[in-house]
């Protein structure tokens, strides 16, 4: 199977352990210097970034029938830009957090999720206890993964990030994932599955069946909610946009299709889909 996370790929290099600001430090000089085009490019990766959890979704990956189509797009409606290289089914975005990509030729067409977690064994144990399945791990430059499918179906991946990897860029900004709902068909099975798996709590939300999703008190990285009832799994992703109405009209204008932004209580809200079909949501955060 192709691996959509070949965008993220680093050329091997030594690097010296060494916690805290160091580290850090030498992980954004060696992006400067030995490869700018590499997985975790980006000056929004700055020094004070956060620190990434268990349970946090560390990467993100949009799949698409046609990734050239889709980056021309996500281009247009968000600003985004691509590093140069990588594999031709592929695109890693630039500059936004947290860290994303696109591949091309994986179904279904969703945004596809990489958690951080700090025993991958034992994650993985977990998962295939829970009634999951997960593919042998793989040692990669940017940590140890694990491809795996929830016990509803729902592709993701569980990973150990290296010990020198950079923290989570700040956010949310304009292009960025600012929010994640994650639809189930049954939301007491997915509560089950990923509480036991990542920690996860969840409180109620503001629609029926609906839950917010929070780790140790706290909302996980980026924030994220899951919505019961659907009639197959899949993670629709919310991104930040500085002006909605100009975003709405950009992607009407490019063959997508797009709701009339409704006022919310953190900002305004509009439901779209591409011009390929896949849902996603914009959102202008502040006071509406």
Do not use: N
């Amino acid at each position: 199977m192709a691996d959509p996370f070949e965008v993220l790929r680093e050329p091997a290099r030594r690097v010296d352990p060494d916690p805290g600001f160091a580290a850090r430090l030498r992980a954004r000089l060696e992006r400067a210097v030995l490869d700018p085009a590499e997985a975790w490019r980006g000056e929004r990766m700055s020094i004070t970034g956060t620190t990434l959890r268990h349970g946090d979704i560390g990467h993100a990956s949009l799949w698409t029938p046609d990734v050239g189509r889709a980056a021309g797009f996500y281009g247009e409606v968000l600003g985004w830009r691509y590093a140069p290289g990588g594999p031709p089914q592929g695109r890693q975005v630039e500059e936004v957090a947290p860290h994303f990509g696109m591949w091309e030729g994986e179904e279904p067409a969703s945004v596809f999720l990489a958690y951080v977690v700090d025993d991958l064994a034992e994650a993985v144990r977990r998962i295939e206890a829970g009634g999951g399945r997960a593919q042998p791990p793989t040692v990669e430059p940017y940590g140890v993964i694990a491809r795996c499918r929830d016990d509803q179906g729902l592709p993701f991946a569980v990973y150990e990030p290296r010990p020198e990897a950079p923290p989570a860029p700040e956010g949310p900004r304009g292009g960025d994932l600012a929010y994640v709902t994650i639809e189930v068909p049954s939301s007491a099975a997915a509560r089950a599955f990923y509480g036991s798996v990542l920690g996860w709590e969840f409180t109620p939300g503001s629609i029926p069946d609906g839950w917010g999703v929070r780790r140790g008190g706290a909302e996980i990285h980026p924030m994220t909610g899951m919505s019961g009832g659907a009639e197959r799994a899949a993670v629709i992703p919310m991104y930040a946009v500085d002006d909605i109405r100009a975003a709405v009209a950009k992607v009407r204008e490019l063959g997508g299709t797009a709701e009339e932004p409704q006022a919310k209580p953190y900002g305004r809200l509009a439901e779209c889909a591409d011009d390929q079909g896949t849902r996603f949501y914009l959102g202008e955060l502040g006071p509406a």
